[in-house]
């Protein structure tokens, strides 16, 4: 009888040792915030190349505008945005002066929602704003990441002083699916970063 207990107990122990190996359609997805260092990982990379020859001036700024669709130039999206936001930390960090265009030059305080500088509204930001470079650029997009080319331009002169390019993967938070609990069962639908 204790050798039946015995052997029963060891056979359970050793159930629980089986593994179970789950098949998958999706891909593995790094979690989010993999991603997001990924993705400055390849902003910072732009940066270097954008910047790797450039001497500027002590009085020379630099702006950033919206990395856009290569098909459609007035659109982007939540890509785009990231990258160029991305890119004020990268060239700040290498301490080039970087101009928000986006400044209102006072703080809007409204209740209930927050305390805001920044709006894409003409009639709220400055009027002139002293910039000498402006950083450029465009994405088109793949089944399996985005090309990003971005260009700094002269903006007196419209001379390209500098060009990048840079393929950025979709693992690397080009576009990474997204996880969503409906009635119960997880379902996974794609979307860009952020």
Same mark, same amino acid.
């Given at each position: 009888m204790r050798y039946t207990i015995l052997v029963a107990a060891l056979l359970v122990l050793q159930g629980c040792n089986t593994s179970l190996h789950h098949v998958s359609n999706y891909p593995y997805v790094e979690p989010r915030e993999q991603q997001e260092a990924a993705l400055f990982a390849h902003v910072d990379e732009l940066s270097e190349q954008l910047t790797d020859d450039l001497e500027l001036?002590?009085?020379?700024?630099?702006a950033i505008s919206t990395v856009v669709d290569?098909?459609?130039l007035q659109s982007s999206d939540s890509f785009g945005r990231q990258v160029a936001e991305a890119m004020f930390a990268a060239l700040s960090q290498k301490?080039?002066?970087?101009?928000? !265009? %986006?400044?209102?030059?006072?703080l809007q305080m409204d209740p209930g929602f927050g305390e805001f500088?920044?709006?894409r509204d003409a009639q709220l930001l400055r009027?002139?704003?002293q910039i000498t470079y402006v950083v450029v650029g465009s994405f088109q997009r793949t089944d399996s990441g985005r090309h990003v080319n971005l260009r700094l331009v002269e903006l007196s002169s419209q001379?390209?002083?500098a060009a990048a390019y840079q393929f950025i993967p979709n693992s690397a938070g080009?576009?990474? !699916? %997204?996880v969503t609990s409906v009635n119960g069962s997880l379902q996974r639908h794609e979307?860009?970063?952020l």
């Open positions: 001036g002590e009085k020379d700024t630099v290569l098909d459609n301490g080039i002066h970087t101009i928000e !265009p %986006r400044l209102t030059g006072r500088s920044l709006s009027e002139q704003m001379n390209v002083v080009a576009t990474s !699916p %997204r979307q860009s970063v």
